[in-house]
């Protein structure tokens, strides 16, 4: 019901852009958030937005340089990425909560899309 595209490879200082595709229903009242796993660690939450994009909360080590935004007209979440640096590799996971608020517990998300691959090199 979600599908995640918008990954590649670029190099550090490039950006690209994520987006987040629901199919089959509307998540028009839930919160989305993208999250991101790299090579040996866990899941992590990147960015979140409530249901109508007006609150949004971002992971420390993305803050100023990443932006989450929604469509809802479109059924869609972007994500865009700038300034990225190695560290920002990962698979990227957009996921949508049960709530409408803002929240970067996994479990409240049972909604997720299969992932997609960034990749930066230095």
């Known amino acids: 019901q979600l599908q995640a595209c918008g990954g590649g490879s670029v190099q550090a200082g490039g950006s690209l852009r994520l987006s987040c595709v629901a199919s089959r229903r509307t998540f028009s009242n839930n919160a989305m958030g993208w999250f991101r796993q790299a090579p040996g660690k866990e899941r992590e939450f990147v960015a979140l937005?409530?249901?109508?994009?007006?609150?949004?909360r971002y992971a420390d080590s993305v803050k100023g340089r990443f932006t989450v935004s929604r469509d809802n007209v479109k059924n869609t979440m972007y994500l865009q990425m700038d300034t990225l640096n190695s560290e920002d590799t990962a698979v990227y996971y957009c996921?949508?909560?049960?709530?409408?608020?803002?929240?970067?517990?996994?479990?409240?998300?049972?909604?997720w899309g299969q992932g997609t691959q960034v990749t930066v090199s230095s």
């Open positions: 937005i409530n249901w109508n994009g007006g609150s949004t």
């Open positions: 996921a949508a909560s049960r709530r409408s608020s803002l929240t970067s517990v996994t479990s409240e998300y049972p909604y």
